[in-house]
């Protein structure tokens, strides 16, 4: 099994603690202050849930 192939069979809340935040990977623009306070796989998983060219969060 190749990592993709490992990547494709993880459900979304393993890949939104697996990822980088979408805002650093330029795809969305999700309000965030960087704070020690920052749920990065909560935002991770909310983008992951939303439709695909919905840029924006709150």
């Given at each position: 099994m190749t990592?993709?192939?490992l990547i494709k069979n993880m459900s979304?809340?393993?890949i939104a603690a697996?990822?980088?935040c979408?805002?650093?990977m330029g795809m969305?623009?999700?309000k965030c202050?960087?704070?020690d306070d920052?749920?990065?796989c909560k935002c991770c998983l909310e983008?992951?849930?939303q439709e695909a060219g919905s840029a924006t969060n709150g």
């Amino acid at each position: 099994m190749t990592n993709y192939e490992l990547i494709k069979n993880m459900s979304v809340e393993e890949i939104a603690a697996t990822i980088m935040c979408p805002n650093d990977m330029g795809m969305a623009e999700i309000k965030c202050d960087k704070s020690d306070d920052c749920n990065y796989c909560k935002c991770c998983l909310e983008w992951l849930q939303q439709e695909a060219g919905s840029a924006t969060n709150g």
